[in-house]
C-alpha cells in the first residue's frame, strides 16, 4: 500500500462517554424534537470534524464494546466492577452515535468477548503491516501502550475537541518510560478505573522507578530476591500473581479475532442526503450551517394536468357548484405574514383552473365563494391560507379538510409542513417544495407560469386522492373529534392571533438598548479597572490571556488558540476574582440586548406589531411552538429577560394587557390519569403540592416543617418524574448523588403509588398497542418500543410514560383558546387573544372590559376539560405584558 494511506481509529465508547460529561451542564437544552437528549453526539461530531480536518484519513474505523462480559472478566470477574452504571441520557445515545458515523461514511464495529481496545489494536497492526500512518483517539491513556513510530495515539484532554499527541518519544518524555513498559507499570500499579488490583502500595513514580531499573515486570521478579528487606519487597512478592494478574487485563490484544481487512475500513465521506435528514431531526443547525449545502432543484419534468384559466367564467362555474373543492393559494417566502402569493388554483367537478394573475382576488364572486362557510373546501394548511387572503381582502371558510392537520394527527412522527412528503409518505410522487423551487440561492419560481400552475395542480390534485383515505384512518383512530373539535377551529384561532399580532412599542425597545448598552459600558470599564489594562472582552483570546496569564486563575481547560474562557470554565472561577463575575455579567447582558432589545426591532412591522407564526404541527407532544422571531422564549427567570416583556403593549393607552396561566397544569393531569389518591388529595385541598411532596417523601409531620431546600428537591422529582427523568438527571438537577436521587425517587413512588401503576400501565400499553393517546386521544406512535436495543427501548418507554401527560396539557390549553376566542365574540368583546406561551394566554382589551374577563378567563380555563381534580388559573393586567404576569 502506497506511503499516503492513512487509518483513523477511534475508540467509540470512551469518547461518547468524555463527550456526554464534556456537556453534561448544559444536558437539558440539548434535546431534539422527540425528546432525545443529543449533547454526546453534539460534541462527538465537533470532535470527528476537527479530527477528519487534521487527520485526512483514507480508512477510518470507530469501535465499541460489545458488552461487559469479555475475556478479561472470565479472568478477573471484578473486572471494572466498580465503574457506575451509564447514565440512561448517554445510553439512548450510543446506537444514534453510530447511525450518526455510518452517515458520515465511517466504519463502526463491536466484537463479542472483546472490548474496543482489542478492535483498535488488531486493526492498528495489520495499518501497520500494510505500511499505513495509524493515528487513534481515545479518551483512555491505557491505549498509548500501542504507540509505535507508525501509530500515534492522541488522548482527549479536557473534554473531546483538544487532544495530547502520544508518539514513542513523547511517552518517554511524560512518563520516562517506553510505550511497551505500559503494561508493566499497569501490572505493578494496578488500575482503580478498571478495578484491578496491581502490588499494594505501589504507585506510579515507585513503578515507573523499578522498570527504569529492571526493564520488565519479568526481570523485576527475576531480580526480587535480590532486593534489600523492605515492604516493597515484602509487597512485590506477596502480590506477584495479582501483579502479572493485572499485566494480563492490561495488555491490549493486538491478535482479536476481528472480521475486517483494511480494504473494509476505506473513508466514504458524507452520505449527504442523509446526514441532512439527521442533522434536522436532531436539531443541529450548525452542522447544518456548515454543510453549506446546495440542493439543485429538480429538471424532472412533471406529469401534466390539463388546467383552464381561472377567470370570471371559470369563478362562475365554481361559485354554483355544490360538492366540495379544492383550493391551492401558494406563496413565495419563508413568512407567509410579508411574502407574495404568486399563484392560485380551484379544483372543481373534476376540472382545475389556475393563475399567477393574484388581481383575480378582486372578484367579488370568488371573495363571496372563499367566505362561504356553506361552501365546504379541501385544503393544505388552512391557518397560512386564511393569513395570506386577509391580506389581500378576502375572509376563507368551509374548510372540512386540512390535509396538513390530518396528517399530523395520524402520526406525529411524519409532522413535515410540505405536501410533498406527505404525498410520498403515501407513495404518491409530488415534488417537496425544495425539488421544485430550489435550496438556498438557487430558489426560485419558475419563469414559466404554466409549470408553476402544474405544480399547484398536481397539489390539488394529491389532496383529492388521499382525502377519503386520510379520514377513514382518522376515523379508525377515534381521532375524527380531535380534529374536528380542536385542532382544525384552533388553525382559525392561530391564524387571527398571528394576524392580529402584538404591539411592540419600539422607542421601548430602543430604550432597553441604550440602557443595556451604558450598563455595558459601565462593566467593561469595571473589568478593566480589575483587570489593570484594556483589552478585548468578547477575544477570548485576549480574555485568557488577562484571565490566566496577568491574573494567575487556574487553567481549567485549554482550547487550540488558547485557554477555554467557556461560560462552564468562568463559573467555576467566579468566585477567585471579581473580574470573572463580571464578564460572566457581560455577556448575559450582552445577548439578552442583541437577541431581544435590538433582535425584535426588525420583526416589527409597519402596523407597529409582531406577528409571530405559530407552529401547529411540529411538536410530537401536540404543544405550539412559536417562530419568527420565537416568543415562547423571551427569558423571564431573569429581570433583564422580564424587562423584555414591558415593550410588548395593548394597542390603545385606555387599554391593559391580561394574562392568565394554568397552574401546575401537568401535575394535575398526572393526578387524574394516574388516579393516584395522595396526588389527587393534594390538589382537592389545595396544598402547594412541592411542599406536600416533600413532606411525604421526607418523612415530616407537617409542610411546616418543609424547608426550602426540601421544596426544591421535591419540586425537581415532581417535574423529573413527568419527563421520566432517570436517578442521574435527579442528581444533576438537585445536587445530590446518583444513590441518593434512586433512593429519592423510590421514596417518591413509595408515596405516589398510583403514580408508579400508571408508568407501568402505560409502557405496557404501549408495547401492546404501538402507541400512545392524550385524553383527547392525540396519538404518538413508539415504533421502537419493541426495539432489541436496551437503550432505544428504554427511551420509548420513557416517552411512553411522558406524551400523555404533556400532550394533555397542550390539549388543555388548545380548548380553552378556542372557547375562550368563542366567548369573546359571543359577548361582543373588544378584547384580542395575542399569545400563546405555554400553560399561558395573553390577551389585550379595554380597561373597562378587563373586569368581565377576570370572570370569564378563569371560567373557561377551569371547564375546558373535566377532570378528577379541579384545574387552577391564575391572572393578572397591566399596561404592558410585564406587568401583567
Not at 475475556?71 to 452504571?85: L, N, Q
Not at 380551484?346 to 382576488?361: K, P
Request: hydrophobic share 35%; with cysteine; glycine share 6%.
Amino acid at each position: 500500500m502506497t506511503k499516503n494511506k492513512k487509518l483513523l481509529l477511534i475508540d467509540g465508547n470512551s469518547v461518547s462517554f468524555r463527550a456526554f460529561f464534556a456537556m453534561h451542564n448544559v444536558l437539558d437544552k440539548f434535546v431534539s424534537d422527540d425528546g432525545i437528549h443529543t449533547n454526546a453526539m453534539y460534541a462527538f461530531n465537533n470532535m470527528l470534524d476537527i479530527i477528519l480536518r487534521e487527520e485526512k484519513p483514507t480508512h477510518a474505523l470507530v469501535a465499541f464494546d460489545a458488552g461487559k462480559t469479555t475475556f478479561r472478566t472470565e479472568m478477573f470477574s471484578d473486572y471494572k466492577g466498580t465503574r457506575a452504571k451509564t447514565p440512561p441520557e448517554l445510553m439512548e445515545q450510543l446506537p444514534l452515535i453510530q447511525e450518526m458515523l455510518n452517515l458520515r461514511g465511517i466504519k463502526t464495529y463491536d466484537l463479542k468477548n472483546y472490548e474496543a481496545d482489542d478492535i483498535i489494536g488488531t486493526m492498528s497492526r495489520k495499518g501497520e503491516i500494510e505500511g499505513m500512518d495509524v493515528s487513534i483517539i481515545t479518551g483512555d491513556r491505557d491505549l498509548t501502550q500501542l504507540t509505535t513510530d507508525k501509530v500515534t495515539v492522541r488522548v482527549n484532554v479536557k473534554g473531546v475537541t483538544e487532544t495530547e499527541a502520544y508518539t514513542p518519544e513523547h511517552v518517554k518524555e511524560k512518563l520516562g518510560i517506553t510505550p511497551d513498559q505500559i503494561i508493566d507499570m499497569k501490572g505493578l500499579m494496578g488500575d482503580n478505573s478498571d478495578h484491578y488490583p496491581g502490588v499494594e502500595k505501589v504507585g506510579e513514580k515507585t513503578a515507573i522507578k523499578l522498570l527504569n531499573q529492571y526493564g520488565t515486570m519479568e526481570g523485576l521478579y527475576e531480580h526480587v530476591d535480590e532486593m534489600k528487606k523492605s515492604k516493597l519487597k515484602e509487597h512485590l512478592i506477596n502480590d506477584k500473581a495479582q501483579a502479572f494478574l493485572s499485566k494480563k487485563l492490561a495488555t491490549i490484544n493486538c491478535d482479536a479475532p476481528v472480521e475486517l481487512k483494511i480494504g473494509d475500513l476505506e473513508y466514504q465521506g458524507d452520505n449527504q442526503e442523509q446526514l441532512i435528514k439527521f442533522y434536522q431531526k436532531m436539531n443541529f443547525n450548525s452542522f447544518l450551517e456548515k454543510m453549506d449545502v446546495e440542493v439543485e432543484s429538480s429538471t424532472k419534468e412533471l406529469p401534466k394536468i390539463e388546467f383552464s384559466e381561472l377567470n370570471d367564467e371559470a369563478i362562475e362555474k365554481i361559485y354554483n357548484y355544490e360538492q366540495p373543492q379544492t383550493l391551492i393559494v401558494e406563496s413565495f417566502g419563508e413568512n407567509y405574514h410579508v411574502s407574495p402569493i404568486i399563484g392560485l388554483v380551484i379544483e372543481s367537478n373534476g376540472h382545475y383552473y389556475g393563475t399567477t394573475d393574484i388581481a383575480i382576488l378582486e372578484n367579488d364572486k370568488l371573495k363571496n365563494w372563499l367566505a362561504d362557510d356553506s361552501k365546504e373546501k379541501y385544503i393544505f394548511d388552512n391557518k397560512k391560507t386564511v393569513a395570506l387572503l386577509r391580506r389581500y381582502g378576502c375572509e376563507l371558510a368551509g374548510i372540512s379538510f386540512d390535509m396538513l392537520l390530518v396528517s399530523y394527527l395520524l402520526d406525529t412522527n411524519d409532522n413535515k409542513t410540505d405536501i410533498g412528503i406527505v404525498a410520498q409518505n403515501y407513495g404518491h410522487q409530488l415534488p417537496t417544495e425544495d425539488e421544485f423551487y430550489g435550496k438556498g440561492v438557487k430558489k426560485a419560481i419558475p419563469e414559466d407560469e404554466q409549470i408553476l400552475l402544474n405544480f399547484l395542480c398536481q397539489k390539488a390534485q394529491v389532496i383529492n386522492i388521499l382525502h377519503d383515505k386520510m379520514f377513514s384512518e382518522l376515523k379508525a383512530n377515534d381521532q375524527d373529534s380531535l380534529y374536528d373539535e380542536i385542532e382544525l377551529p384552533l388553525s382559525n384561532v392561530l391564524a387571527s392571533m398571528e394576524i392580529k399580532g402584538v404591539k411592540v412599542d419600539a422607542t421601548r425597545l430602543k430604550e432597553m438598548q441604550n440602557d443595556f448598552a451604558k450598563r455595558l459600558d459601565d462593566i467593561e470599564q469595571q473589568i478593566y479597572t480589575e483587570a489593570g489594562q484594556e483589552f478585548n472582552i468578547n477575544s477570548p483570546k485576549q480574555l485568557g490571556v488577562v484571565l490566566f496569564e496577568d491574573l494567575k486563575l487556574p487553567v481549567i481547560k485549554k482550547t487550540k488558540t488558547g485557554y477555554s474562557t467557556a461560560v462552564d470554565v468562568l463559573e467555576k472561577l467566579k468566585d477567585k476574582s471579581a473580574v470573572v463575575q463580571k464578564v460572566l455579567d457581560y455577556r448575559h447582558i450582552s445577548k439578552i440586548n442583541s437577541t431581544y432589545a435590538v433582535g425584535l426591532q426588525k420583526f416589527i412591522q409597519p402596523d407597529n406589531r409582531i406577528h409571530t407564526i405559530y407552529q401547529q404541527t411540529l411538536t410530537q407532544t401536540g404543544r405550539l411552538s412559536s417562530i419568527e422571531p420565537n416568543l415562547q422564549n423571551i427569558p423571564i427567570r431573569v429581570e433583564e429577560g422580564r424587562q423584555i416583556r414591558r415593550a410588548f403593549v395593548p394597542q390603545d393607552d385606555d387599554w391593559e394587557m391580561f394574562s392568565a396561566d394554568y397552574s401546575q397544569v401537568e401535575l394535575r393531569v398526572l393526578a387524574h390519569i394516574s388516579g393516584d389518591e395522595n396526588m389527587q388529595e393534594a390538589f382537592k385541598e389545595d396544598y402547594d403540592i412541592h411542599a406536600h411532596t416533600a413532606m411525604r417523601i421526607f418523612g415530616l409531620d407537617s409542610t411546616d416543617e418543609v424547608t426550602p431546600d426540601m421544596r426544591r428537591k421535591a419540586k425537581a422529582t415532581n417535574f423529573g418524574i413527568v419527563y421520566g427523568i432517570s436517578d442521574y438527571g435527579l442528581s444533576q438537577n438537585i445536587g445530590i448523588t446518583r444513590k441518593e436521587a434512586a433512593q429519592f425517587i423510590d421514596s417518591y413512588f413509595e408515596q405516589y403509588p398510583g403514580v408508579k401503576k400508571y408508568m407501568e400501565d402505560i409502557v405496557k400499553f404501549a408495547r401492546e398497542n404501538g402507541y400512545v393517546e392524550t385524553i383527547m386521544h392525540r396519538r404518538r406512535y413508539l415504533p421502537d418500543i419493541h426495539s432489541k436495543n436496551f437503550n432505544i427501548r428504554n427511551f420509548a418507554q420513557r416517552t411512553a410514560m411522558n406524551t400523555p401527560i404533556q400532550g394533555s396539557a397542550a390539549d388543555i390549553i388548545k380548548v380553552a383558546m378556542i372557547n375562550m376566542q368563542k366567548r369573546i365574540k359571543d359577548e361582543n368583546l373588544q378584547a384580542n387573544l395575542l399569545l400563546q406561551v405555554h400553560d399561558e394566554m395573553i390577551f389585550e382589551a379595554p380597561k373597562s372590559e378587563i373586569p368581565l374577563l377576570e370572570k370569564i378567563v378563569p371560567s373557561v380555563m377551569d371547564s375546558a376539560v373535566k377532570m378528577d381534580v379541579p384545574l387552577k388559573v391564575g391572572f393578572a393586567h397591566g399596561k404592558s405584558w410585564y406587568e401583567a404576569k
